[in-house]
């Protein structure tokens, strides 16, 4: 069973919605409650002040993801640098998915977006075993300038997923900027699956590019993490 780490601002009371909760039920959780500190501001020092506060809540969430079935854990991290943090707490858990929380109600359509250099039989694997036998619609999209071979992409990766029953219908953006595609796609559908994509100078001058769609998507998003396996298929790819 995938585990999905859902990273929180627990002291600044961001919670999840219903909506959210209902969709990662098949799934194994940690809650991750994380506070970014002062740089001058010893970890220890806030644990001490903020601690029993932050579990109360902590315990609340776990519970609403089944901690009493045993689906569902929390960590609770005061740290100076987030992302840091959500990685190393998500190599610490094996948790090969993160949740961006968004604003979302009963969840029945997910985008799943195969732009770039992305796992995509993971993506998908992921996605098939989220759906399950749930009635959720499945598009997958794709932003490229090579119309022939994303459609082929696309048509391979939608009958994977319905030899398994799920209904999937395929949108193929061509010669489009992906991320505005990507966001205007997603204004049909109550969340998002995307894969993580490789640093690139891009993403330090504008941020994460599933940061960045999660800010302008109402939805949750969910990230398949990139594995150091994936970078080397990447560069097997570009040298053939």
Same mark, same amino acid.
């Given at each position: 069973?995938?585990?999905i780490?859902?990273?929180?601002?627990i002291?600044?009371?961001?919670?999840?919605?219903a909506?959210?909760?209902?969709?990662?039920?098949?799934m194994?959780v @940690?809650?991750?409650g994380?506070?970014?500190?002062?740089?001058?501001t010893?970890?220890?020092?806030a644990?001490?002040?903020?601690?029993?506060?932050?579990?109360?809540?902590?315990?609340?969430?776990?519970?609403?993801?089944g901690?009493?079935?045993? @689906?569902?854990?929390?960590?609770?991290?005061?740290?100076?640098d987030?992302?840091?943090?959500?990685?190393?707490v998500a190599?610490?858990?094996?948790?090969? %998915?993160?949740?961006?929380?968004?604003a979302?109600?009963? %969840?029945?359509?997910?985008?799943?977006?195969?732009?770039?250099?992305?796992?995509?039989?993971?993506?998908?694997?992921?996605?098939a075993?989220?759906?399950?036998?749930?009635?959720?619609?499945?598009? *997958?999209? *794709?932003a490229?300038?090579?119309?022939?071979?994303?459609?082929k992409?696309?048509?391979?990766?939608?009958?994977?997923?319905?030899?398994?029953?799920?209904?999937?219908?395929?949108?193929?953006?061509v010669?489009?900027?992906?991320?505005?595609?990507?966001?205007?796609?997603?204004?049909?559908?109550?969340?998002?699956?995307?894969?993580?994509?490789?640093?690139?100078?891009? @993403?330090?001058?504008?941020?994460?590019? @599933?940061?960045?769609?999660?800010?302008e998507?109402?939805?949750?998003?969910? %990230?398949?993490?990139?594995?150091?396996?994936d970078?080397?298929?990447?560069?097997?790819?570009e040298?053939?």
């Amino acid at each position: 069973m995938t585990r999905i780490l859902v990273p929180l601002k627990i002291l600044e009371g961001q919670s999840v919605s219903a909506g959210l909760t209902a969709l990662l039920e098949p799934m194994s959780v @940690t809650v991750l409650g994380y506070h970014v500190l002062p740089e001058q501001t010893p970890p220890d020092q806030a644990r001490q002040q903020y601690e029993d506060r932050a579990t109360d809540a902590l315990e609340d969430l776990a519970t609403e993801f089944g901690a009493e079935d045993g @689906t569902a854990d929390y960590r609770l991290v005061f740290t100076h640098d987030r992302k840091q943090t959500v990685d190393r707490v998500a190599d610490a858990t094996e948790s090969d %998915v993160y949740a961006i929380p968004g604003a979302t109600g009963p %969840v029945d359509r997910i985008l799943v977006a195969l732009t770039g250099d992305v796992a995509v039989d993971r993506i998908v694997s992921f996605v098939a075993e989220l759906v399950g036998d749930r009635d959720i619609g499945v598009t *997958l999209f *794709l932003a490229t300038d090579e119309e022939a071979a994303g459609r082929k992409l696309l048509e391979a990766s939608a009958r994977v997923l319905s030899g398994d029953g799920i209904t999937v219908r395929t949108e193929l953006a061509v010669g489009e900027p992906p991320l505005e595609a990507l966001v205007a796609a997603a204004v049909d559908h109550d969340a998002i699956v995307m894969g993580e994509r490789a640093p690139s100078l891009r @993403t330090l001058v504008f941020g994460e590019e @599933t940061e960045r769609v999660a800010t302008e998507s109402v939805g949750p998003v969910l %990230v398949v993490r990139r594995h150091e396996a994936d970078a080397d298929r990447s560069a097997s790819a570009e040298k053939s």
